[in-house]
Nanobody, 123 residues
């Protein structure tokens, strides 16, 4: 089992920045590919970004590429998502997730989930 806890969400004006954190505990977290997803009201959960076990490879949705940066610190069992130039359309609950197998953008492929942290971007 892996337990994930997100933090760092909040209210920010358009153009602002936030850094989300995902603290992991349980099994050796460095064995897992980790990702960020988000879900806006009335919409399906969507892929935002993912990072390989070592942190050497990263993946982004086109909508956030160039604005968001994913990273992880396996010594601290923590993953981060630095979000710059936030837009109202980035408003959502952000979730971190983990999976054992290869990279995937599909929420159904992830085995473990946090409870989510809300991000609201005002215009």
């Amino acid at each position: 089992q892996v337990q994930l806890v997100e933090s760092g969400g909040g209210l920010v004006q358009a153009g602002g920045s936030l850094r989300l954190s995902c603290a992991a505990s349980g099994r050796t977290v460095s064995n897992y590919i980790m990702g960020w997803f988000r879900q806006a009201p009335g919409k399906e959960r969507e892929f935002v970004s993912a990072i390989s076990r070592s942190g050497g490879s990263t993946y982004y949705a086109d909508s956030v590429k160039g604005r968001f940066t994913i990273s992880r610190d396996n010594a601290k069992n923590t993953m981060y998502l630095k979000m710059n130039d936030l837009r109202p359309e980035d408003t959502a609950v952000y979730y971190c997730a983990a999976r054992m197998l290869s990279f995937s953008t599909a929420p159904r492929d992830y085995d473990y989930w946090g409870q989510g942290t809300p991000v609201t971007v005002s215009s």
